[in-house]
């Protein structure tokens, strides 16, 4: 994790850089369902299409872990599917609490539940490119924050993290956000598809 302070036309910001720093937990979640409630939407889009109940009629059903591996999903790859924006994370046993004021942001990212720790400062690390990218390429999925002189709390989330190999690197699990008047967040998706989500260019 890392704060960073900008002064420039009077103009001051924070940024705060969060990496993955610790293992997967598993999650655990339990469904329950009255069998006369209709099944939610999200529920719907679950249910078998006809190659599967094909498949399943002649060869039965399938296996929840075929030849020992795991079926794709949300729980398992979170970073192939949109931001959500009316979810939050739970909190973490160790976090600081400069850092379980955005815990909540990271729900469906593959941040949720790890550890994070300050990277890059700007007002310690230096307002430019090089020692930004020094402080964290290869480092992993970040969450950067800034904080301007009127104490709007601001930031983004780049599932990518950075390399600066010059290129821009697409995801649909991006996003941004800033913190609202009561102390709650707003988060908008990613808009457009996967492209351009962040921009990885040394020099910037």
Known sequence: MTTTHKNQQSTVSTRLYFFNFGGDKAKEES??????????????????DLAEKVFSFFFGAPEAEPMGLKRFGKERFPEQYPAVIDEWADPV?????????????????????RPLQLVYDANK??????????????KGPSLVVLTTTSGLVAGGYNPKGWVSYGEAR?????????QNP?????KLRKVGGASLAQLDYPER
Request: hydrophobic share 35%; with cysteine.
């Open 93 to 113: 046993e160790s976090d600081s609490v400069e850092i379980a004021k955005y815990r909540p942001l990271l729900k469906n990212t593959n941040l949720e539940d």
């Open 182 to 186: 009561n102390g709650g967040w707003t």
């Open 125 to 138: 690390n230096g307002w430019n490119p090089n020692a930004f990218h020094k402080a964290v390429d290869k």
């Open 31 to 48: 469904q329950v369902q009255e069998e006369e409630e209709p099944a939610p939407i999200q529920e719907q889009a679950d249910e078998p």
């Open 170 to 178: 697409g995801s649909i699990a991006a996003f941004l956000f800033c």
